[in-house]
């Protein structure tokens, strides 16, 4: 059976030049300026695995994302990803949102493209890393969720997810419509084709406000965002040192030891 | 004047990157010590629309024209300019049909060429000239409704797995007539494939032609004008397809350089802080600017359909000069790191240093050019 699939996707620095993002003191946020911007890792494996299902079942997927007009450009990747269909949420007044009023909104904005019957999301993104949107939107869109999934099997109108845990994994069935995050283990993401890029050209993403998608001024932005962050600071990573003297023999023993006791050996 | 890329071009990049990064920057190093062409890679680059784009979207390519095939090949050989040297070979290979193919040639071949179910070769030089093709002695004679071709090729790039050879003969004095010839026609014999030094996993080689028959509808042109088709495809398409390669080259050259002074230590200071490093550095950086102009300029006159002989000749020379100029300082930078065949500049050393004679020698280039050069007298 055909699908109606949506995708939430986020427009995120690029992680691979994560040494050049600052934060603002002032505001507590990430200094996007400089860096280039890319689909969120996990998101484009939310994103294969839709297309995946597609190709399997048939169906439609809608990507979702949320951020300001140059998020445009992740959007237009997923369709040349093979996206049908690419909704952006843009208006400056969504500035600020935290989880919940992102979630909040997305779910408003998934109400209005229609009925679906799984949205798939990456299980957190690079940037903030809470990991909580998927979980708050399902909340929202009154339908279960399982997190942290890695393989994905849907069968008429149930889903069989396994879900990574720290030692091991929970197989879980859910009835659709439902809410799945996914980690890298999922899939590889594929590689948008030339034909791919042309056909993304060619489908307008299309752009709404806050009132298009039915959310008030009170539940967007800072204004909607219950979470305060009081501080952000960077990490400074220092190596732990040890150094041992002696002849070499004692040297490499002593060394093969601490091997083995670091390793649990 | 504007010198940006359009969206559709900045995301092929993004693909092209992507690819490379992924999936042949995991390859180069057996492909370096095999000489083998990675076959997968080579279908993985047709699936992704990188062997159709200069072949027009009514026969199954995609049309993205000359500036998008510079960027595909750039940063290709960016990882593997064995690889973007393949490709470049699959467009020079097409170029013929695309450019003086008929209707129903076209219609035959560019959508099998596009989808890589057909690869074709550009097999024009011969032991006894490449340069100067009035040299070459392949010959084809008429017999009926067939052509009976007849000589031997050499360097020739993709040869071993291409399904149809690009072949230029004489057919009469001082006339040649180009044929597209299936390989698996009586009489193609593959020869020996050339041990190179550097753009190892690109195979080159040699091919027979043993009195081989082909049926009339496989001359490409007109009869007799054989020389234009050859000179024309390798002009337009194989001469910048070896500069894109140079470009890789060389932006691999800078990155690498750049990566290796800031990290490299040395009197308790990073390497980069040294002036005579930094003079290193602005050699390549200059070295990549100026080519990166005379590739994406020669590619952009391309594409509005301006002739561009001189430009064609200008980048290629250009490009591939740097190339090796880069290389060569990037192995400096590296101290004795740099030649060791673990370490990456003594590799884009010695594919640059195979570039110089590729598609006409830094000599070819200066003769096309002279042409206009004396053209400027007021």
Redesign the interface.
């Known amino acids: 059976m055909p699908y109606e699939l949506v995708v939430c996707i986020k427009q995120v620095p690029d992680p691979r030049f994560i040494s050049r993002i600052r934060i603002n003191p002032e505001t507590k946020t990430i200094i996007r300026e400089g860096v280039p911007a890319v689909i969120n890792p996990l998101d484009k494996h939310a994103l294969e695995e839709a297309l995946r299902i597609r190709e399997q079942h048939g169906g439609r997927v809608t990507v979702v994302s949320m951020g300001p007009l140059q998020a445009e450009d992740a959007c ?2 997923a369709l ?1 990803m093979g996206a049908d269909r690419a909704v952006l949420i843009t208006d400056r007044r969504l500035a600020g949102s935290d989880t919940l009023a992102t979630a909040l909104a997305l779910s408003k904005a998934i109400r209005r493209i229609g009925g679906f019957d799984l949205v798939l999301c990456g299980a957190e993104t690079v940037d903030g890393s809470t990991g909580q949107v998927p979980p708050q939107l399902a909340e929202f869109l009154g339908v279960p969720h399982v997190t942290r999934v890695f393989s994905l099997a849907l069968k008429g109108r149930e889903a069989e997810a396994k879900a990574a845990l720290e030692y091991g994994y929970r197989r879980v069935l859910l009835r659709l419509p439902a809410v799945v995050s996914v980690i890298r283990e999922i899939n590889e993401p594929r ?5 791919g ?2 056909r ?2 060619q489908i307008p993403v299309e752009k709404w406000t806050i009132e298009d998608i039915g959310l008030s001024e009170d539940e967007a932005g800072i204004k909607g965002s219950p979470t305060i962050v009081s501080d952000v600071y960077e990490i400074e990573v220092r190596r732990k040192r040890e150094v041992f003297q002696g002849p070499p023999e004692e040297a490499a023993r002593w060394l093969f030891e601490r091997i083995v006791s670091v390793l649990g050996g | 004047m504007e010198f940006t890329f359009t ?2 071009q900045e ?2 990049r ?2 092209a990157r ?2 490379a990064e ?2 042949v920057a995991p390859r180069v190093q057996e492909m370096d010590e095999t000489g083998e062409v990675p076959m997968d890679l080579v279908k993985k680059m047709f ?4 062997g ?2 200069l072949i027009p979207q009514e026969y199954g390519g ?1 049309g ?1 024209g000359h500036v998008a095939r510079m960027i595909v090949i750039e940063e290709i050989s960016r990882i593997s300019p064995p690889l973007g040297f393949t490709l470049q070979i699959v467009h020079l290979g097409q170029a013929p049909v695309i450019y003086f193919g008929s209707e129903e040639q076209k219609r035959k071949w560019l959508p099998e060429l596009a989808k890589g179910a057909l690869i074709a070769s550009s097999a024009v030089t011969e032991p006894t000239g490449g340069s100067d093709v009035l040299g070459i002695q392949t010959t084809a004679r008429k017999e009926g409704d067939e052509w009976v071709i007849s000589g031997r090729k050499c360097f020739i790039t993709n040869a071993h797995f291409s399904n149809i050879h690009g072949v230029l003969a004489k057919t009469g004095d001082r006339e040649f007539s180009y044929f597209m010839v299936e390989a698996d026609r009586p009489g193609v014999k593959l020869g020996r494939k050339e041990d190179k030094f550097g753009l190892r996993g690109c195979v080159t080689g040699e091919i027979a032609f043993d009195e081989v028959r082909v049926p009339e509808e496989n001359l490409v042109g007109s009869p007799g004008k054989g020389l234009r088709v050859a000179l024309a495809s390798i002009s337009n398409v194989g001469r910048p397809g070896v500069a894109a390669v140079a470009l890789g080259i060389l932006r691999r050259c800078l990155e690498e350089a750049a990566k290796y002074a800031k990290e490299r230590k040395l009197y308790g200071k990073p390497i980069s802080d040294l002036q005579a490093i930094q003079w290193k550095l602005t050699d390549i950086y200059m070295d990549y600017q100026t080519s990166w102009l005379l590739v994406y300029y020669a590619a952009w006159l391309r594409d509005q359909n301006i002739r561009v002989d001189a430009e064609n000749a200008m980048c290629k020379l250009w490009a591939t000069e740097a190339a090796v100029r880069a290389a060569k300082l990037l192995t400096e930078v590296f101290g004795a790191y740099g030649v060791l065949r673990e370490y990456v500049p003594q590799r884009l050393l010695r594919d640059a240093q195979v570039l110089i004679p590729s598609a006409g020698t830094s000599d070819i280039m200066r003769v096309v050019m002279a042409r206009k050069a004396l053209e400027f007298s007021p």
């Open positions: 237009k990747e040349a590689i948008p084709s030339v034909s890029i042309l993304a050209h | 969206s559709k995301m092929l993004k693909a992507e690819f992924r999936e699936d992704l629309g990188f159709g784009l995609s993205m």
